[in-house]
């Protein structure tokens, strides 16, 4: 038998071929992008974030926005846009330098003052300053009560609600029922799941609300001043970066303000046929507004 000897270069293989056009193709890429960036104006370059950011909302590079209303961005008008709650840290009274026009009614004034003697005034004992904080909003008055790993609101997982948090929301009862503005209560979860499939953490924290709800009913608060009770799940964290964190676990009593007691209740109310007939998005602007939203979808999306 001849055994062949190797000889001569021999065929190497292309991948340097796919390599050397992977990175021809990036550079393109990169001339590219500089030439863009270089070519256009802050406004055009805000639209290109815009649509990065959200490409299935709407098609052309140039809309801001998937419906144009006109230029207003809410169909509820608030006046004078309040404090928001991102970036908040920590049990703490809030304020703004904005609060007496955001809430003129001196309902809010006496109520924050009786309530942060509750909370650490001289006479108190300051047990539950690390606990619960106020926020004055536009909306009204926000009584947020906070679960941390010292002492836990409820039982893991169950809506049983320890003494002293049974304690402290007996104690806001009555000085919550001497102003005649309404209330919305909250459930909010860390978003830690359930082995149930019937049962989870918009169970749990609607729970936790109703239960929030009846020891305040209990401790003397007038259940007609209840306007609205929910469960938010996990769908609000307070530490967003954490999602299982304690901060996470709360419950938020929302004391409404005249105007935002009227937008709630009108959010629900039935139906007026001749206040709808007249509304203004009725009509030909209804139609304008629907057609701009049909266009600024993505093909694949369009009706």
């Keep these: 038998m001849k055994a062949k000897r190797g000889g001569g270069g021999g065929h190497h293989g292309g991948s340097w071929k796919v390599a050397l056009a992977d990175f021809a193709i990036a550079m393109m890429a990169l001339f590219l992008l500089l030439w863009v960036l270089n070519a256009t104006d802050d406004d055009t370059k805000s639209a290109i974030a815009a649509y990065f950011e959200d490409p299935g909302a709407f098609r052309h590079q140039t809309s801001l926005s998937p419906i144009d209303f006109g230029g207003q961005d809410s169909l509820v008008e608030i006046p004078n846009p309040g404090l928001s709650m991102r970036g908040r840290e920590g049990p703490e009274i809030m304020s703004d330098g904005n609060a007496e026009t955001l809430n003129e009614d001196p309902d809010f004034k006496d109520l924050m003052d009786e309530l942060q003697r509750l909370i650490g005034g ?129 419950i938020e009593i929302l004391v409404l303000a005249e105007y935002m007691e009227r937008q709630v209740e009108r959010m629900f109310a039935p139906v007026d046929e001749e206040d709808l007939i007249n509304h203004p998005a009725n009509g030909t602007e209804m139609y304008d507004a629907l057609d701009r939203a049909t266009r600024n979808q993505l093909y694949e999306n369009a009706p």
């Design 122 to 250: 001289d006479d108190s004992t300051g047990e539950y300053e690390d606990f619960i904080y106020l926020e004055r909003l536009q909306e009204g008055l926000r009584i947020v009560i906070l679960d941390n790993d010292k002492r836990n609101m409820f039982e893991r997982g169950s809506s049983r609600l320890n003494h002293f948090f049974q304690d402290l929301l007996l104690e806001l009862a009555p000085i919550l029922n001497k102003v005649n503005h309404r209330i919305m209560i909250s459930g909010h979860t860390d978003n830690s799941g359930f082995q149930r499939l019937d049962y989870g953490n918009w169970e749990l924290s609607t729970a936790r609300a109703q239960v929030a709800r009846r020891t305040m009913t209990f401790g003397g608060y007038s259940e007609n001043k209840i306007l609205m009770v929910l469960g938010m799940a996990d769908r609000v964290p307070r530490d967003p970066d954490n999602p299982q964190s304690s901060a996470n676990r709360r």
